[in-house]
């Protein structure tokens, strides 16, 4: 060989290796959105993505709307709490209903009654004749239609995709959920500051035909589940029983309650943060949100390039345990670009938690208990959280907003100690179930992370 042919083989190798990257990055790509080649869940993923954005502004909105109203932390907190709490008191009798009815009708149904819930907002705002009690009422009409919409929702998105994509499905409805979240309050805070909150519900309330339009558009197959002819009390205690029982998913659902309970309600604190210790207005109020919502956003991202649901437990321990660290500094801080920061950790911490809790518990619940499992979970969500809402109001009232979070941060660290505790009994039980799917060999695998059914 010549020295010149030498140099060109040399030359030639760094471009076949450039192009073997690329292929690879395009196909890792294509892969974490392997749930959008299915046609309904392509549908559903732009339709909701339109009405997210106009429910983070509305969440916003809302918010800023009480403290202007109001300058009252405890008051954020009751209205929060109205808003959750009936999602909590109905989630077991939403879960057995939603196993009864058609999942795609209910969900057209809860969406055309969340959009008159946030033009009704509107036009009170609009006309400037809306008060607290108002707000309050049709808070609570919204958590009355989410009790049914959540567990409807996620339940759904097994006939929107195959089986083996309902991780990835999961995974990019929290992207889709965080990129509104980073989207919807940026544009909120404008438009309040230029036109008031008005405008914000006004948007939310069309943004829902976007999502009613791509549910009417899908072709779904119906479910075919033997159901017994049992009352519905039995259905509720069979589902109860299941949960209480099955280790991992009352493990999993007790720690995700309580960061239910200790960790989102920070946000209710954030208008009191944005006035009191940061001494900046609606704007800034997007700017934190919008933050919390690039962590998130990251946090989606991550589970969607994820090829298996193993390992899953040790990103749940890891992400509770972020989340409350981030939580403490952030009660400490009075600085906005660092508080910004910590604002994009809490919001991975947050989105971590919830989709890591959410995709373990649809890998292990079987097809004819998921709606009511997952009205379980619905509970969690909104259940835990009002009580928050209510608790995080009333100390910050007494003690103040920043105390406050870090105390709310403490437990959080707790609780992700408490579950790393009790990790390997979870992975224990996990470990023959996903054996079963294929997703772990039969035999010869040392678990670092997942896996158990209950006794039958």
């Not at 109203?69 to 009751?78: D, F, K, P, Q, R």
């Not at 809306?130 to 929702?153: H, K, S, Y």
């Not at 934190?288 to 969607?304: D, H, M, P």
């Not at 990103?315 to 009075?334: E, K, N, R, W, Y």
């Amino acid at each position: 060989m010549t020295d010149k042919d030498a140099r060109t083989q040399a030359l030639s190798k760094p471009a076949i290796s450039s192009d073997s990257q690329q292929t690879s990055l395009l196909g890792s790509m294509s892969y974490a959105w392997r749930a959008l080649r299915h046609r309904n869940f392509k549908l559903f993923f732009f339709g909701q993505s339109i009405s997210l954005i106009g429910t983070w502004m509305t969440r916003l909105a809302t918010t800023w709307l009480v403290y202007r109203l109001t300058h009252s932390a405890l008051l954020l907190g009751i209205v929060t709490f109205a808003g959750q709490i009936v999602s909590f008191a109905v989630g077991p009798v939403a879960g057995v209903w939603v196993e009864r009815l058609n999942r795609r009708k209910l969900l057209v149904w809860t969406q055309a009654a969340a959009a008159v819930q946030s033009l009704a907002m509107a036009a009170l705002t609009l006309a400037h004749v809306i008060n607290l009690w108002e707000i309050v009422v049709l808070a609570t009409l919204q958590g009355l239609i989410n009790a049914f919409d959540m567990p409807a929702r996620q339940s759904f998105l097994v006939q929107m995709v195959e089986d083996r994509n309902v991780s990835n499905a999961i995974a990019i409805n929290s992207s889709m959920v965080n990129g509104a979240r980073l989207v919807g309050p940026a544009i909120a805070g404008l438009l309040i500051g230029a036109f008031g909150e008005g405008w914000c519900f006004l948007v939310d309330g069309i943004s829902y035909l976007a999502v009613i339009a791509s549910l009417l558009m899908m072709r779904i197959k119906p479910l075919q589940i033997h159901r017994p002819a049992s009352s519905m009390r039995e259905q509720i205690r069979e589902g109860w029983d299941y949960v209480r029982t099955f280790r991992p998913i009352r493990t999993i659902l007790l720690l995700f309650s309580l960061l239910c309970l200790m960790g989102y309600p920070f946000a209710v604190l954030l208008p009191v943060f944005v006035g009191e210790v940061l001494h900046g207005n609606a704007t800034t109020l997007g700017w934190l949100t919008g933050a919390s919502g690039i962590g998130a956003l990251v946090s989606a991202l991550s589970l969607a390039i994820r090829k298996s649901v193993v390992g899953l437990t040790r990103m749940l321990q890891i992400a509770a345990a972020m989340l409350g660290g981030s939580l403490i500094l952030f009660g400490m801080s009075h600085t906005l670009w660092l508080s910004l920061a910590l604002m994009c950790f809490v919001g991975f911490g947050l989105m971590q938690s919830a989709s890591v809790s959410n995709t373990i518990i649809q890998s292990l619940v079987p097809e004819d208990k998921r709606a009511r499992v997952m009205s379980y979970y619905t509970m969690a969500f909104f259940g835990a959280a009002p009580f928050g809402s209510l608790l995080t109001g009333a100390l910050a009232h007494r003690i103040g907003a920043p105390h406050t979070v870090i105390l709310t941060g403490a437990f959080c660290a707790a609780g992700a100690l408490w579950f790393t505790f009790e990790l390997p009994k979870v992975r224990a039980v996990m470990r023959p179930l996903y054996q079963q799917m294929g997703l772990l060999p039969a035999r010869g695998i040392d678990l670092v992370s997942d896996v158990q059914e209950p006794r039958r």
